[in-house]
C-alpha cells in the first residue's frame, strides 16, 4: 500500500532547491554525464544541428533589411543580392532549411536525454532498492521517491531544453553583437549604454519577485497538506466529528496563501510597468537616435531595421540567462541528491535473477549466542541483549513477551536486515555472516506482522514468493492456505486486483495470501510474526489450519500474542525488555507462579 501513496503530486509542482555552481559540483555533475557517453554521436550531432539553426536564424535580420533597402532601390552590403525576390526565396531557403535541421536537433536531444534518463533512473532505483535497511530509517519515502521523479524529472529538462536553450543564446548573444558593430558602431554604444541596466534591474527585482512566489506555493502546499491528512485519516476526522475543526485548519492557510499571493501581485504589478517603461523606452531611445542617423544619410531604413531585430535578439538572450541559470542551479542540487543514493554503499548482494540458485544450503538449525542489537538510528536504547536460544531443525520456538520486547527485531536480525553489535546468530552451526544475504533470504520466510500486498493480481502477489511459480503451484499453494476458496468467489478469480486501486481484503484473507505466499517459497525456516489485531473466530481458524500446514517440516519460529496457539511448542522463548526472562515448555512455564509467560496467560485466559 505505501508504494501507491508515495507519490502525493505536490512535489512535482514543489520549486526543486538550487545549488551553488563551483568546481565540486561540477564534478559532480560530470559523473552523471557518463550516462550520455553511449549517445554521444547523436549528442554531437545535436549539438551541430543546433549551433546551425542559431547561425541561420541570425541571417534573417541582414536579409529583412537587405530587403527594405533593395524595395528603395539601394544596396547596402556588398554580399547580398539587390533584387527584393532573390532576397525572398533566400529567406524561403534558409527558413526551410531551418525548420529541417530544427526537427533533428529537438529528435536527437530528446532520444539522447530520454535514453540516458531512463539509464540513470534504472540505476538510481535498483541501488535504492539494495540498499540496507538501515538508510530507509531515516528517510521519508515520500523524499526518495522525489529523488527519482521530480530530481530526475529536473535533470531531464536541463538536458533536453535549458542546455540546448542557453547554447543558442550564447550563439545569438555573441553574433548578435558583432553583427549589430557591423552594422553601426554608434548605435550598438547607445545600445550596450542601456541594455545591461535594464536586464540587470530586472533580474534582481525578477529575483525577489520569485522569492515571494515561492513563499505562496509554500503556503499552498502547507495547506495541501491539510487536505491530504484528513482525506487520508477521513474515519478519523468523523469519528471524532472534527470536520469544523478541519475545514476552519483549512481556511486559514487558504487566507494565508491569499495574502501573500496579494502582496506578490503588487510586486508583480510594479515590475511588469517598471519594465515596460524601460523597454519601450530603449526602443523609442534607439530609434530616436537611429532615425536622426538616417535623416544625417549615416544608416540606410534598411539598415535600422537589420539593428532593431538584432537588438530584440541580443535583449532576449540577455533576459534569458537568469532562469536559465537558475534550472542549471537546480539541476545541479538533484543531481547531487541523485549522486548521494548512486554513492552510498548497498547491501553485499547480488540480486540479478539468474544468480537465483541457492548456493550454501541451510537444513534449518537456528540459534542466537549472545546476541545484543540496538538499531543504527537509535544507538543509546538497546533493543535486545544477551539473547540466547536455539531451534533445532523442524522444531517450533514460540516467541512471546509484551508489545515492544523486540519480537519483530529479532525476526528482522534472522534476515540480516541489520547486525547484531555483538553475539552471532548461526544457520546449523555456522555463523551467519558466512552466507550470502541471498541464501539466507532464499531460504527464510516471514510471515510479517502487517502484510503488505502490491498494486496488481492475487496470482502476482502470491508469485511474489517464488517469480518463477508456474499457474498450477500458485493455486496449489493457496489452496493450502485456505485461500483458494475466497480468491475463487471473486468474479475474477485470480486475477482480482488488490492494494489501492482493486479490492481491499480482510486481515484474514490478506494473511492467508502471505501464507500461500510462504508455501511458495518452501522456506527451511519460518518466521511467523503473528498479527496483533485480532481476527475473527471462524478466520482465526482458517489462518490457523493454513500456518499449521506452513510449519509442517521445517523450522518455525512464532512470534505469538494469542498464547493458545502456541502450546505445542518444543520451546517458549520469553522475552521482555530485550531480555530472555524466561523459556521452556508451556506445561514447565505456567508452573512458574513469579513468571511472566503465566501472569501473560492468565490475563489472556481471563478475558
Ligand atoms: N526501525 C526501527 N528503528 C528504531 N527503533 C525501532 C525500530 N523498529 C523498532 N524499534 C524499537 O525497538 C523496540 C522493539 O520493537 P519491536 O518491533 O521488535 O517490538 P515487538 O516486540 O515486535 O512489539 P509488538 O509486539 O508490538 O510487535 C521498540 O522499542 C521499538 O520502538
Ligand atoms: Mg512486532
Known amino acids: 500500500m505505501a508504494r501507491n501513496t508515495l507519490n502525493s503530486g505536490n512535489q512535482q509542482a514543489e520549486e526543486l532547491p538550487k545549488a551553488k555552481i563551483n568546481k565540486e559540483s561540477i564534478r559532480n555533475i560530470s559523473e552523471l554525464l557518463k550516462y550520455l557517453k553511449p549517445y554521444r554521436l547523436k549528442f554531437a550531432f545535436g549539438i551541430l544541428f543546433l549551433f546551425l539553426s542559431s547561425l541561420t536564424g541570425l541571417a534573417f535580420p541582414s536579409l529583412l533589411g537587405a530587403m527594405i533597402d533593395a524595395a528603395q532601390g539601394k544596396q547596402k552590403l556588398s554580399f547580398i543580392p539587390a ?59 515520500g523524499e ?16 533536453t531544453t535549458t542546455l540546448a536553450e542557453m547554447f543558442r543564446q550564447i550563439v545569438l548573444l555573441f553574433g548578435g553583437v558583432t553583427l549589430l558593430f557591423v552594422v553601426s558602431h554608434k548605435l550598438t554604444l547607445l545600445n550596450l549604454a542601456i541594455l545591461p541596466v535594464l536586464v540587470i534591474s530586472a533580474v534582481i527585482f525578477g529575483r525577489f519577485i520569485r522569492k515571494v512566489s515561492r513563499q505562496a506555493q509554500d503556503q499552498l502546499a502547507e495547506s495541501n497538506t491539510v487536505v491530504q491528512e484528513t482525506l487520508q485519516g477521513i474515519a478519523n476526522v468523523k469519528a ?61 531604413v534598411g539598415s535600422l531595421t537589420t539593428f532593431i531585430l538584432y537588438a530584440i535578439f541580443v535583449g532576449a538572450a540577455m533576459g534569458s540567462f537568469p532562469e536559465l541559470y ?29 544468480e537465483n540458485a ?23 536504547m538497546p533493543v535486545l541483549h544477551e539473547v540466547n536460544f536455539e531451534a533445532k531443525a523442524g522444531q517450533r520456538v514460540a516467541i512471546v513477551g509484551p508489545s515492544g520486547a523486540g519480537k519483530s527485531t529479532l525476526a528482522s536480525l534472522i534476515l540480516r536486515f541489520y547486525d547484531p553489535q555483538s553475539g552471532e546468530i548461526r544457520f546449523d552451526g555456522n555463523a551467519s555472516a558466512t552466507y550470502s544475504l541471498t541464501d539466507i533470504r532464499h531460504q527464510v520466510a516471514i510471515v510479517p506482522q502487517d502484510v503488505l500486498l502490491f498494486g496488481g493480481s492475487i496470482l502476482e502477489n502470491i508469485a511474489y514468493g517464488r517469480l518463477n511459480a508456474t499457474q498450477e503451484e500458485i493455486i496449489q499453494a493457496a489452496k ?39 508455501l511458495l517459497k518452501d522456506p527451511a525456516i519460518l518466521i511467523l510474526d503473528e498479527a496483533t489485531s485480532s481476527l475473527d473466530s471462524e478466520s482465526e481458524r ?49 508452573k512458574n507462579e513469579e513468571g511472566l509467560y503465566r501472569y501473560l496467560s492468565s490475563l489472556q485466559f481471563e478475558s
Open 83 to 141: 533584387d527584393i525576390h532573390t532576397i525572398g526565396w533566400i529567406c524561403f531557403t534558409i527558413l526551410f532549411l531551418q525548420s529541417f535541421v530544427s526537427f533533428f536537433r529537438i529528435r536527437f536531444f530528446v532520444e539522447v536525454a530520454e535514453k540516458a534518463l531512463s539509464d540513470i533512473r534504472r540505476d538510481t532505483y535498483f541501488r535504492l532498492i539494495t540498499l540496507p535497511m538501515n538508510f530507509f530509517a531515516n528517510r521519508r519515502v
Open 358 to 380: 541457492v548456493q550454501n544450503k541451510i537444513f534449518g538449525n537456528l540459534s542466537f549466542h549472545q546476541v545484543s542489537f540496538n538499531y543504527p538510528s537509535r544507538p543509546d
Open 542 to 590: 482458517l489462518v490457523q489450519e493454513a500456518l499449521e500446514e506452513l510449519m509442517k517440516n521445517r523450522t518455525s519460529i512464532i512470534i505469538a500474542h494469542r498464547l493458545s496457539t502456541i502450546r505445542e511448542a518444543d520451546r517458549i522463548v520469553v522475552l521482555e525488555k530485550g531480555k530472555i526472562v524466561e523459556s521452556g515448555t508451556h506445561e514447565e512455564l505456567v
Open 144 to 159: 526518495l521517491n522525489s529523488r527519482i521523479s521530480a530530481d530526475l524529472s529536473q535533470i531531464q529538462d536541463t538536458l
Open 326 to 354: 537558475a534550472n542549471v542551479q537546480k539541476a545541479v542540487g538533484a543531481s547531487e541528491r541523485v549522486l548521494e543514493i548512486l554513492h552510498e554503499e548497498n547491501e553485499a548482494i547480488s540480486i540479478t535473477e539468474k
Open 240 to 300: 471524532f466529528v472534527n470536520e469544523a475543526y478541519e475545514a476552519g485548519r483549512y481556511e486559514k492557510n487558504l487566507k494565508k496563501v491569499v495574502n501573500i499571493a496579494l502582496k506578490g501581485a503588487s510586486y508583480r504589478g510594479a515590475f511588469a510597468s517598471f519594465i515596460i517603461f524601460c523597454l519601450f523606452g530603449a526602443i523609442v531611445g534607439v530609434i530616436w537616435y537611429g532615425s536622426v542617423l538616417v535623416a544625417q544619410g549615416e544608416l540606410s
Open 480 to 518: 493450502r492456505a485456505n485461500a483458494h476458496e475466497f480468491i475463487s468467489s471473486f468474479p475474477e478469480g485470480y486475477e482480482t486486483l488488490v492494494g489501492e486501486r482493486g479490492v481491499k481484503l480482510s486481515g484474514g484473507q490478506r494473511q492467508r495470501i502471505a501464507i500461500a505466499r510462504a
